[in-house]
């Protein structure tokens, strides 16, 4: 099936397209000034206080940029609401103080935060709709945990894809991640914005691809299809793996590539469901083309999808295969050596997996070979 789509430039969020539950700490001079124009507007203290709804004592702590709070006598910063931040905004540009527009003001902030969440620094506002944007967005639907009023974290068992998602998360500026074994939690700040951008749920299992990102540029889609293969993938014999549980997005993930890349959706097979869940996969016909386009960052899945490749050229240029009783032959003496997986095994061959699983499954019917420990490589086996 063919898809064609009008593509748009990638876009770019000002501090109004950000989500108004934020607080917003502004620089110094900067602040004073705002609020000194304002009650220059309004007349007095008093007068401003009241339009806001808010008490003198937390209007003084906006201007001043603290507070002491009753709670432990403590001096606290006070940031501001950014759904009053953007009403204060709005009036001071009708009064002709165009320097606290949104796109002047945006530059001013120092930091921000959800409440009593940790900040973000030096935010970088606007923010520009990037790669790392959409594979943030992608990782917290796959190995991620994003829910509403909690701390999001990404998970991952590869140092590779834990390293990259947290240089990815600088794009939005400063502040401290606490990495704990294979996951890595962040400010709640960042899932907050990024579900309001895109209107997306990041429950695994209603999560879908918003439309919008079906219209940006290839390498977003690359992006967006390389991330979610990371997380939600596999290597197969001759083929790569899609799955989830969540059919839905398996549909957005294979309409995608029929919408940007169609000379892999062809090789592409129907999505079908198991107990386990759904699953497509693109035929061997597409691998190669894959990974010159799209690829992997996955080090192990790469290193498959490299070794399904080579195994398929030799395959082409007519490499001789040996007689079944010779390779049964070899798989003994290799593991009279060493121990091995099947996988190993298959690698050390240069055979298919399902074709070496069957050798080792007749070896063990003929009580030659047997298992050992399991690894986190897998099964091992060796010569009895």
Not at 49 to 75: A, C, E, H, V
Not at 226 to 235: A, Q, R, T, V
């Amino acid at each position: 099936m063919k898809f064609t789509l009008n593509e748009i430039s990638p876009r770019t969020f000002h501090l109004n397209d950000f989500p108004e539950h934020m607080y917003v700490y502004l620089e110094d001079c900067y602040r004073r000034k705002l609020f000194k124009a304002l009650i220059n507007i309004f007349g007095n203290k008093n007068k401003l206080s009241k339009f806001f709804g808010i008490d003198n004592k937390t209007l003084i702590g906006w201007y001043n940029g603290n507070i002491k709070q009753f709670y432990d006598g403590k001096i606290h910063k006070q940031y501001i609401p950014l759904n009053k931040l953007l009403i204060i905004s709005n009036v001071l540009v009708l009064k002709k103080y165009n320097e606290f527009a949104i796109e002047k003001l945006e530059k001013k902030v120092k930091m921000y935060r959800v409440h009593s969440g940790t900040p973000i620094q030096n935010p970088k506002i606007p923010l520009k709709e990037s790669n790392e944007i959409i594979s943030i967005l992608v990782h917290l639907i796959g190995d991620g945990s994003a829910e509403p009023n909690q701390t999001p974290c990404y998970s991952n068992t590869r140092t590779e894809l834990l390293d990259k998602f947290e240089t990815e998360l600088k794009v939005f500026g400063d502040f401290k991640v606490i990495r704990n074994n294979d996951k890595i939690y962040f400010p709640t700040t960042i899932a907050d914005i990024l579900r309001h951008i895109y209107k997306i749920s990041f429950n695994s299992k209603t999560a879908r691809i918003p439309d919008i990102l079906k219209h940006l540029p290839k390498s977003y889609s690359a992006t967006l299809i390389k991330s979610f293969l990371d997380d939600e993938g596999s290597i197969g014999d001759g083929r790569i793996n899609f799955h989830s549980i969540n059919i839905k997005l398996l549909e957005d993930i294979r309409q995608l590539l029929a919408i940007k890349f169609p000379s892999i959706a062809k090789h592409t097979c129907e999505i079908t469901t198991s107990g386990v869940g759904s699953c497509f996969y693109i035929k061997i016909g597409g691998i190669e083309e894959y990974r010159n386009l799209i690829g992997l960052t996955h080090e192990k899945r790469r290193v498959d999808l490299d070794w399904n490749i080579e195994r398929m050229h030799k395959n082409k240029n007519g490499v001789s295969v040996n007689p079944r009783w010779v390779t049964k032959g070899i798989i003994i003496d290799k593991l009279k050596a060493k121990s091995s997986t099947i996988k190993e095994m298959s690698r050390s061959l240069g055979v298919r997996y399902i074709t070496t699983q069957q050798h080792f499954r007749d070896l063990k019917n003929e009580d030659i070979i047997y298992t050992t420990n399991r690894t986190k490589e897998g099964q091992m086996w060796c010569v009895k």
